[in-house]
């Protein structure tokens, strides 16, 4: 399984990726051993979805990395992390 997922930090900053292991990539967010989102801390799991494949997820990643914070925000009133 792979998961595409949207992190916000207290800035509003959104990161968004891909990964076999969520709560393991985001751990590692959380403890700056990811290069983008280090020192930008904490962040926060604001949406994800699961997909069987890689190319699948990979297809949704760069869908997700071309919208904007409006479309982003969008997304996000249709989704509840539980």
Not at 27 to 52: A, C, I
Request: with cysteine.
């Amino acid at each position: 399984m792979c998961f595409v997922y949207i992190i916000k930090n207290h800035q509003g900053l959104f990161y968004k990726g891909f990964t076999q292991d969520l709560g393991k990539r985001i751990f590692e967010h959380n403890n700056d051993l990811s290069r983008y989102t280090s020192g930008k801390s904490p962040w926060v799991l604001v949406y994800f979805k699961e997909f069987e494949t890689k190319t699948e997820v990979l297809k949704e990643e760069l869908r997700l990395k071309k919208l904007n914070v409006a479309s982003i925000e969008r997304l996000l009133t249709s989704f509840q992390v539980e």
